[in-house]
């Protein structure tokens, strides 16, 4: 990271030097030098760590070199300071911001704490003043304290709960053998709590950094904004990890033409993006198809799907779209989640019994009768019900109904005291159980 960061802190102000003579073809030059070693170096850092090993693999399949695949320990958080730092250096070089000459101040922004391990990825621009002052006041520091506890509560009870139970059901480390004989209605539970399970892990944490931020002065975007409601894949990724999705548009799609150079390089443009952010994701062929498989309906809709959407009324195309989108994001979270496409194969299969498998046993119906209730708990936690309910709730508030002030008031204050208490009986009774986006 100190690399990687100092890279970073040269380069921007070498590009800074350079713009101020930019009339000049050398300084021309060297200032596009300056921005191509920057970024190319910090890929570099990235892509030692990350694919080292993924490319060792490949070559070793068609040469049988090298004999011994490395096995390089991947450090916490690289794929996204990495990613930070390059926006960085690109947003000094577009104008947008000005280099900062304090070195110590670009290492905080790549090591900030908060979100420095699993996003979001901030950029420098959005908190360059808060770097240099930052100021707290009461209600920024209740509302970071609430919307910690919040995502504290959402990894602890719910995150880490339906983790527990995929892994009773067909754990990661599952075997082509063991999807085969899973029960048709087993493997759609495990594979529905999955879809779940990663929201409330990664919004989880998106939700503990963007508290930390507010109690400690930082102002940071929103990353995720319920994407399950979704009525188009293209509408899923504009709510899905958000800081990725506009890193990705701003910093590849764009610069590469986006949509302004005809049909076919737009398509070609896509493919570039999303073969890349399947990449970004891991370094398996699994994460590769991942992307690709949402290139391929992104197309579909870009190309025509979105049109007869709009020819149906409203209501036809909002049910009709979300379970769409549902559909194709469920099949999406099967390909994320195992490397092995035997695996995936035979879980495929077992969805539909097409393994022989039994429709449903003891063992799936004891986990539906002792989970069910937690079960409609986690659905309603990944819709925007609650948020509804609360914003009611301070409407009411707003419009002077007394009662209503006191009891937001009073939720204000003790939701958060009870969920902290709770998701702390939760850490002390579970086994380590890490956020899923550490490993990328």
């Not at 979001?120 to 930052?134: F, H, M, Q």
């Not at 527990?164 to 594979?191: F, H, M, N, R, Y």
Request: charged share 15%; hydrophobic share 50%; with cysteine.
């Amino acid at each position: 990271m100190m690399v990687s960061a100092f890279v970073s802190y040269i380069g921007a102000v070498a590009i800074d030097k350079f713009t101020k003579d930019v009339e000049n073809p050398k300084h021309l030059r060297n200032r596009n030098l300056a921005l191509g070693f920057t970024v190319a170096a910090n890929l570099l850092i990235l892509s030692v760590f990350k694919y080292t090993g993924f490319l060792c693999e490949i070559f070793n399949y068609f040469t049988g070199l090298p004999k011994v695949i490395p096995e390089i320990i991947l450090p916490v958080g690289i794929s996204f300071y990495t990613f930070q730092l390059v926006s960085y250096v690109v947003d000094v070089y577009r104008g947008e911001i000005e280099a900062e000459h304090n070195y110590g101040r670009v290492l905080l922004y790549a090591s900030l704490f908060h979100q420095c391990i699993a996003g979001p990825i901030v950029r420098y621009k959005d908190i360059a003043d808060d770097l240099k002052e930052r100021k707290t006041n009461i209600t920024s520091m209740n509302d970071g304290i609430s919307r910690f506890c919040v995502g504290l509560a959402k990894k602890t009870i719910l995150a880490n709960t339906c983790a527990s139970i995929i892994k009773d059901i067909l754990p990661d480390e599952a075997t082509a053998s063991l999807a085969s004989q899973v029960t048709v209605l087993g493997a759609w539970i495990t594979c529905i709590l999955y879809m779940i399970y990663i929201y409330l892990d990664f919004s989880a944490y998106s939700d503990m950094a963007i508290g930390l931020g507010k109690m400690t002065g930082f102002q940071y975007k929103e990353n995720f904004n319920y994407p399950y409601i979704s009525k188009s894949v293209t509408e899923f990724w504009r709510r899905w990890h958000i800081s990725l999705s506009t890193f990705f548009r701003d910093y590849l799609y764009i610069p590469l033409g986006g949509n302004r150079r005809g049909i076919k390089r737009q398509i070609f443009n896509m493919f570039v993006v999303w073969a890349l952010t399947g990449l970004w994701h891991g370094a398996s062929f699994n994460f590769i198809l991942w992307g690709l498989y949402f290139f391929v309906f992104l197309c579909i809709e870009k190309l025509f799907l979105l049109k007869l959407f709009d020819k149906i009324g409203n209501i036809a195309k909002a049910v009709i779209g979300r379970i769409y989108t549902l559909i194709v994001v469920f099949f999406g979270w099967i390909l994320f989640r195992f490397e092995d496409f035997a695996v995936i194969k035979e879980l495929v299969k077992s969805l539909f019994g097409l393994n022989g498998n039994a429709f449903t046993n003891l063992e799936t119906n004891t986990i539906i009768l002792n989970n069910f209730i937690f079960f409609i708990v986690v659905i309603i936690a990944v819709t925007p019900a609650v948020k509804m309910l609360a914003n009611k709730i301070r409407s009411f508030g707003v419009n002077k109904e007394v009662a209503f002030v006191y009891f937001y008031n009073v939720l204000n204050v003790v939701i958060p005291v009870v969920l902290l208490f709770l998701s702390t009986v939760c850490l002390i009774g579970n086994s380590y159980n890490p956020f899923i986006y550490f490993r990328f």
